[in-house]
């Protein structure tokens, strides 16, 4: 069911008994990490408020095609190009019908019409409306243009009728939903990744840092992302926007990262220490600005905790995959790395090397484990981390590989 991770749902509600359900499908759904947007006919308003429901999902419910408000927020198109997939549960006869012959008379036949993502119905209705020819043929028109129905069910319906009609239970619509999606690398895993330098404070307006941009992880937390994992980012002092789906948590100093650090290792099956973390900090911190007074100012430096080593040292010990940033002897550096901190994985990469430094967009990098290690050529950052993401879910996963 991991393969709801991360994924976007549009949930259109249409009139009937059977949409008092979608309270509970928004809500399973979200179990299994989908983010789900609804939409709601004028009909099925009568059953169910939109509150309810806005408040289940944590979005605003989508009720109406000419809306000004939502038109300068998420528009009909917009939503339409937002769905990984559109599930209409319930699909009421009406709906059915309306959609097989390609009207757009309100909201969510337009979203249907426009959306370029896989449409899935989950019909209910009086057994009688269900046997109709009319109906069926309205299916057998919609199943020809590879739109997917669920269901429906047998059973006692609330008109009294017993018979096919019944919408299926959440449970049922949500692994059916999740069948629409192929399995991904990291579906349902836990990845924390540190991003960015640290930066540690001389005195209130200067520090020690580095030239680390943090592009490299926040491109593998959004390379993560779009494996399917649960992505919380640790990031450092950095000029970037959050990646979708992404959990951020800033911080400044070394220390403040390995508490942060500390606080995820509990619900953690990957980690990835992409960060330039400072390995000294000023013994002692000024508390005034340091004035220019001396030809000479000598600063004592102690050592910062070393995040990676406690990762790997920790029990349960998370699959922990370093970085190694070298100017010179780069292999034999990150190897050493790789075994004096336990490590399982280590990235190495030259960041003396010209185009290929802190703040490029592009990388090329060694990828060393105990018993092998990958060269992988220069490339945007962006296409590295997902082969990166791929090449860590294989050991780590050697059984999905």
Not at 201 to 229: E, Q, T, W
Request: net charge negative.
């Amino acid at each position: 069911m991991g393969r709801l991770n991360n994924r976007q749902i549009l949930l259109g509600v249409t009139g009937g008994i059977a949409a008092y359900k979608a309270a509970e499908l928004v809500r399973r759904l979200q179990d299994q990490g989908a983010d789900v947007r609804v939409v709601m006919t004028r009909a099925a308003q009568e059953f169910v408020t939109p509150l309810t429901l806005q408040a289940l999902s944590g979005n605003p419910v989508h009720t109406d095609l000419l809306d000004p408000a939502a038109e300068a927020a998420m528009g009909h198109i917009e939503l339409a190009r937002w769905a990984d997939l559109v599930l209409v549960a319930p699909a009421s006869a009406d709906f059915i019908a309306r959609l097989a012959h390609g009207h757009a008379d309100d909201l969510l036949t337009t979203l249907c019409l426009a959306t370029p993502a896989p449409i899935a119905l989950a019909p209910a209705m009086n057994q009688g409306m269900w046997r109709d020819p009319a109906t069926q043929a309205n299916l057998d028109q919609l199943r020809s243009r590879h739109i997917n129905v669920f269901g429906p069910a047998e059973g006692s319906q609330a008109c009294g009728d017993v018979g096919p009609g019944r919408l299926l239970e959440p449970d049922q619509l949500v692994a059916l939903t999740a069948d629409q999606f192929p399995n991904r690398a990291l579906d349902g895993q836990r990845v924390v990744i540190t991003a960015g330098p640290t930066r540690e404070a001389l005195d209130p307006v200067r520090y020690i840092s580095n030239h680390s941009s943090g592009k490299m992880g926040f491109a593998l937390a959004r390379a993560a992302v779009d494996a399917g994992a649960q992505v919380t980012l640790i990031a450092g002092p950095v000029n970037l926007p959050t990646p979708e789906r992404v959990q951020r948590v800033n911080v400044e100093s070394a220390r403040q990262m390995y508490e942060a650090t500390q606080a995820q290792l509990d619900r953690c099956d990957i980690f990835i220490a992409a960060a330039a973390v400072a390995d000294y900090r000023p013994q002692v911190v000024a508390e005034q600005k340091i004035k220019k007074q001396q030809e000479e100012l000598q600063i004592t430096l102690v050592r910062n905790p070393d995040i990676v080593a406690a990762v790997a040292a920790h029990d349960p010990k998370p699959f922990t995959v370093g970085f190694a940033a070298e100017t010179e002897q780069v292999a034999d550096h990150a190897r050493g790395k790789l075994e004096r901190k336990n490590l399982d994985m280590i990235i190495a990469n030259d960041v003396a090397a010209e185009g290929i430094g802190f703040n490029s967009d592009n990388n090329a990098v060694t990828v060393m484990w105990r018993t092998g290690e990958l060269s992988i050529g220069e490339r945007s950052k962006s296409q590295l981390a997902r082969d990166l993401i791929e090449v860590i879910a294989m050991h780590r996963y050697p059984q999905l590989a």
